[in-house]
C-alpha cells in the first residue's frame, strides 16, 4: 500500500514537472510571436502622427462640404414653407394688398405670413433676440445695413430667422433668411438669402442667366443658384455659369 501511495506520488510530480514544461514552450512560442510580429512604440506613433496630418487636412473640407448641404437643405426648405403659406394666404383671401416700403408696410406682409409660420419669437423692428443687428457683408466683403423701422423681424422655433419687408418695386414685397438667427457668419449667399414677392408667386432672389451679382455687392442674387443648382460652389470657384458650367467639379 506505501508503494502504490509512493508511485502515485512520484506519477503527479513527473505529471505536474511535464505540464510546466509544456506551459514554458507555450510562453516562449507566443513571446516569439509578440517579437515577430508586434509593433513597436515607435512605429504606433509614426502611423498615428500620419493619421493625424491626413484627419487635419481633410476634415475642414469635409466639414464645410457638410454645412453647405445642410444649408441647400434649409433654403430649399423654407422656400417650400413661404410659398405654400403664400398660396393659403390667397385661397383664404380674394386679394393680395399693396405693401409699401414703411414701418406699415413691414408689419402686414408678416401678418400675411404670421399663421403658416412656427414662430418662437416675434422681435418687430428690433433685431434683438431674432436677427443680426450689425451689417450683413456681401461676398466681396462689402457690408450692408438696413434701416431697421422698414423691417419685421422673428425668429423660428428652429432658431432661423425671418425678415420682412413692404414692396420694393417691381416686387410686391421681400423676405430675407438667416439660416442660423443671429450667428455668424452673417454673410449674404452664406447664410442669408432674399425670396422676392410677387402677385402670383414667391421667387427666389437672382438672374437665372447671369452669376456673376453673386460675386459681387448684389450677392443676395446667390439665393436663385441654390435653390436650383442645388450646391453653394460659387464660394469656390468664380467661372460658374447658367447656360455651362454648374459645379466646380465640371
Not at 515607435?42 to 444649408?71: D, N
Not at 383671401?93 to 416700403?101: A, K, L, S, T, W
Request: net charge negative.
Amino acid at each position: 500500500m506505501k508503494k502504490e501511495i509512493k508511485n502515485a506520488t512520484i506519477l503527479e510530480k513527473t505529471v505536474r514537472r511535464e505540464n510546466g514544461k509544456i506551459l514554458k514552450r507555450v510562453q516562449d512560442d507566443m513571446f516569439v510571436q509578440d517579437d515577430k510580429y508586434g509593433f513597436t512604440l515607435a512605429e504606433v506613433l509614426i502611423t498615428l502622427g500620419i493619421i493625424g496630418i491626413v484627419a487635419a487636412m481633410t476634415m475642414p473640407s469635409l466639414i464645410q462640404k457638410y454645412q453647405e448641404k445642410v444649408t441647400v437643405n434649409k433654403l430649399k426648405k423654407m422656400y417650400s414653407v413661404l410659398s405654400q403659406a403664400y398660396t393659403l394666404y390667397k385661397i383664404d383671401n380674394d386679394v393680395v394688398d399693396e405693401f409699401e416700403m414703411s414701418p406699415e408696410g413691414a408689419v402686414k406682409v408678416f401678418q400675411m405670413f404670421q399663421k403658416y409660420l412656427k414662430i418662437a419669437k416675434i422681435c418687430g423692428p428690433t433685431t434683438k433676440g431674432c436677427i443680426y443687428s450689425g451689417n450683413y457683408s456681401h461676398q466681396n466683403d462689402t457690408g450692408y445695413g438696413y434701416d431697421t423701422q422698414y423691417y419685421y423681424n422673428v425668429r423660428l422655433t428652429d432658431g432661423s430667422a425671418l425678415t420682412f419687408r413692404g414692396g420694393d418695386e417691381p416686387t410686391l414685397f421681400q423676405i430675407f433668411y438667416d439660416i442660423n438667427g443671429e450667428l455668424p457668419p452673417n454673410k449674404w449667399g452664406t447664410d442669408f438669402f432674399e425670396f422676392d414677392g410677387y402677385e402670383d408667386r414667391i421667387m427666389p432672389n437672382g438672374s437665372t442667366t447671369d452669376i456673376s451679382a453673386c460675386y459681387n455687392s448684389s450677392s443676395w442674387a446667390c439665393t436663385a443658384w441654390v435653390i436650383y443648382n442645388e450646391n453653394m460652389d460659387y464660394l469656390h470657384c468664380d467661372d460658374l455659369s447658367w447656360d455651362g458650367k454648374h459645379k466646380c467639379s465640371d
